[in-house]
């Protein structure tokens, strides 16, 4: 009977981290083509790999993940397929994904239900980043030129918005922008100062940063000490409150990782040694609504719902999960994702394989790509444990998440609640009001910085009926900025706000 349960065979990893020169100024392709050189060496499959794969999924790059966006140094029309020309393959299938950071784990999901049903032979999925690279070049006068012209079949699932037009008008669009708001929200619902949750914060990411100092494809194997995180300092300036630097995803990196997934069958074929598989046993994936429209910024339903669902269909809680990297592209995104699973945060079991996107670097888009390269090397030396991967697209608002192990299921690799999205479409919305007028309370808010200046207030309100907004300080309006930089706790405090031309301003002169 043929076996065509699906196993993940080999992953390969690469970080960039020479002096920038002319001759060795790689672009993302370049650095995917090593990371999957190096993952085909740790296949130790007997028969060359390169031709046998049918489907390459390259993870959208970060500079191309909105709608018109270009890098300045050009880039290919058809990146999958350049990568499959760097690695002599030559693919049935080439895809090139959507945005967001959940989008490795959700292709894992997608090429495991194409393996088991048959439809797939041997599959790759690789992304990279060469931001770091582009900035440099940019920075030194370097003319580079990474344009490429590839004929042939490709599927481009296209970038959307992660945003509404009055999201837009009122400064929500940048991550940096937005994940403050949830940050302030989940501290005050936790009774929380402004400097406990950093404490809190500080002492969470310092863990995360100890990893990274030790991982040999970080970006910044650095070990920043918890006083360090927790301070404000030239090296560490507010970038959002309640974020400093080195409390945010860091992009300027120039590192790839690859994946190649197949059937037990296929890996037999291929003489890949059984010491190489990994398991996927479970999956789900499922989307937020709009920043602006969840009924609580403090949770997130969607990790609630894909954390559980896959824990209870393998019959495992949190504690019995030895090894995992949970998403960590802000604090609140690690925190989120520990409330909504039972886990205590303060935990001394290591929360990442990688050391976390501000410390082993935020290769956009494809972060997750290189912790489940990460998490699966590790479950390869640890047979009897099993591992979770956790990751989030947009701003908390795509998830996908997925149980794996050496072991091999004792069910069928499988979904764990394929109706899920409906679940989630089920529960409750807030009513939204564009045209703000009257006395109202903060339910959120973040102070924006330039060059350690506050620049610009961005609030979360409620009106007495529950009716939400969305406002920004004034221009001109020092006053507000300076109590929004002060000390007082502002969530819950009561505020002005006029709808002036297309946004809602906000005063602390209420009536």
């Known amino acids: 009977m043929a076996n065509t349960t699906p196993i993940l065979v080999a992953s390969g990893q690469y970080v960039f981290r020479d002096v920038l020169t002319a001759d060795n100024a790689l672009a993302p392709v370049d650095i995917a083509a090593k990371a999957v050189n190096a993952a085909f060496d740790s296949a130790k499959a007997r028969e060359p790999l390169a031709s046998h794969i049918d489907t390459i999924a390259y993870i959208r790059g970060f500079i191309d993940s909105i709608p018109g966006g270009a890098g300045p140094f050009g880039a290919s029309n058809n990146i999958p397929r350049s990568l499959a020309n760097r690695i002599g393959a030559n693919p049935r299938t080439a895809i090139y994904g959507r945005e967001g950071g959940h989008s490795p784990q959700r292709f894992v999901n997608e090429f495991a239900e194409k393996i088991a049903a048959g439809e797939m032979s041997l599959g790759l999925i690789a992304g990279a980043e060469a931001t770091g690279i582009m900035k440099q070049a940019m920075k030194s006068g370097l003319t580079l030129d990474w344009s490429e012209h590839v004929e042939g079949q490709l599927d481009d699932r296209g970038c959307h918005l992660l945003f509404t037009d009055y999201e837009v008008n009122h400064g929500i669009t940048f991550p940096t922008q937005v994940y403050p708001l949830f940050e302030n929200a989940w501290r005050a619902r936790h009774g929380l100062s402004e400097a406990a949750h950093r404490k809190l914060a500080s002492s969470l990411f310092a863990k995360f940063s100890e990893v990274a100092a030790t991982n040999p494809y970080s970006q910044f194997p650095i070990t920043r000490s918890e006083r360090f995180l927790n301070e404000v300092s030239a090296e560490n300036y507010w970038v959002a409150r309640p974020y400093t630097k080195w409390m945010v995803a860091q992009d300027a990196v120039n590192q790839g990782a690859a994946l190649l997934m197949c059937s037990v069958d296929k890996a037999i074929e291929l003489g890949i040694p059984e010491s190489q598989w990994v398991y996927l046993h479970s999956y789900a994936d499922v989307d937020d609504r709009w920043v602006s429209e969840r009924a609580d910024l403090a949770v997130s339903e969607t990790m609630r719902l894909s954390l559980n669902a896959v824990l209870n269909s393998v019959g495992k809680s949190i504690a019995e999960i ?142 007495e009926d529950g009716r939400r907004f969305l406002a920004n300080t004034g221009d001109g309006d020092e006053r507000s900025l300076a109590i929004m930089a002060g000390d007082t706790e502002l969530i819950g405090r009561k505020v002005l706000v006029r709808h002036l031309a297309n946004k809602n301003i906000i005063s602390f002169d209420a009536a």
């Open 322 to 463: 030895n090894v995992m990297d949970i998403y960590s592209c802000f604090p609140i995104a690690v925190l989120a994702a520990c409330e909504a699973m039972g886990l205590d945060w303060t935990t001394d079991k290591p929360l990442t394989v990688t050391g976390g996107l501000p410390f082993f670097g935020g290769p956009g888009n494809s972060y997750s790509t290189h912790a489940i390269a990460s998490l699966t090397d590790a479950l390869r030396s640890k047979p009897d444990d099993y591992g979770l991967i956790t990751a989030n697209g947009g701003f908390l608002s795509k998830q996908s998440v997925g149980i794996y192990s050496a072991q091999a299921p004792a069910k069928p690799c499988h979904n764990a609640a394929p109706d899920l999205q409906s679940t989630f479409d089920a529960l409750p919305t807030v009513t939204v009001v564009e045209q703000a007028e009257g006395v109202a309370s903060i339910e959120t808010y973040t102070l924006v910085y330039s060059r350690g200046v506050p620049t610009l207030g961005i609030v979360v309100g409620r009106f």
